[in-house]
């Protein structure tokens, strides 16, 4: 069974930056992709970014240019290095590793105030 788990998150003020960092363990199945969401209070859970296990990226136009996914050689961990923050990024962003399904960490809270 996959398991995941975000760090990194927390309260920034407007153009900070933070790094979210996703570990997975468990994993017995080819992952195809590692993704970001994200989930701001009374909206629906957005795509932020992705990365292909050929390496290839995708992000939302709302954080390109600022925000950057990575993973580590592994392929264990996936990064998300979040600049110059706005108070919009605020949200519950989560790590999502797509194989025969989809599995999805606990989420951490980054929070976007003065």
């Known amino acids: 069974q996959v398991h995941l788990v975000e760090s990194g998150g927390g309260l920034v003020q407007p153009g900070g930056s933070l790094r979210l960092s996703c570990a997975a363990s468990g994993i017995t199945v080819s992952i195809y992709a590692r993704s970001w969401y994200r989930q701001a209070p009374g909206k629906q859970r957005e795509f932020v970014a992705r990365?292909?296990?050929?390496?290839?990226?995708m992000y939302a136009d709302s954080v390109k240019g600022r925000f950057t996914i990575s993973r580590d050689n592994a392929a264990r961990t996936v990064y998300l290095q979040m600049n110059s923050l706005k108070p919009e990024d605020t949200a519950v962003y989560y790590c999502?590793?797509?194989?025969?399904?989809?599995?999805w960490g606990q989420g951490t809270q980054v929070t976007v105030a003065s």
């Open positions: 999502k590793y797509s194989a025969n399904e989809d599995y």
């Open positions: 990365i292909t296990a050929t390496g290839n990226t």
